[in-house]
């Protein structure tokens, strides 16, 4: 390696370290809007292929903003909100993925319309293709949500 970078371990057993020179690291001068939701989705492409030009990206960096609402008053000692996780593209992997996540933990009476916000950076492998993927779920009584992706860089 050389003397500037980082290293970067890909998921799942008998994972590798990989080294990325800081020149391999490019970041953009204005992040780009991959996507926003405001309902649960499955499994979901972000394709990046056309905002990397000549570059092939082995890695996408993200800026990712969770948003939900609760209905506390349905809650029952329980945590409320949305998530949403982030995979390879074509990834069959389910568990240990990187996550953003807006939760609230409340008791039954509580306010109603409890609101919670979170934000993230997040490493994603892409494929050969430059595609990685992205689901949104909620778990308890959720009233709304919204998700925000943005693009802010990647690793060639």
Known sequence: PGTSGLFLQSAGAGADLVWAAATDVVM????????????????????????????????AILGVRIQAQTDAASQSSAYQGSYCDFRKGGSAVTAYLARCQALTYGTT????????????????????????????????????????????????
């Open 28 to 59: 953009l001068a204005t992040p780009l809007q991959k996507t926003t939701r405001t309902t649960t989705v499955t499994w979901t492409n972000i394709d990046i292929s056309t905002d990397t030009g000549a570059d092939t990206a082995k890695i």
């Open 109 to 156: 009476g509580g306010v109603d319309n409890i609101g919670t916000a979170s934000g993230a950076v997040v490493l994603v492998e892409t494929d050969a293709t430059e595609i990685c993927q992205y689901t949104l779920a909620d778990t308890g009584t959720v009233t709304t949500r919204q998700l925000d992706i943005h693009l802010l860089g990647y690793v060639k």
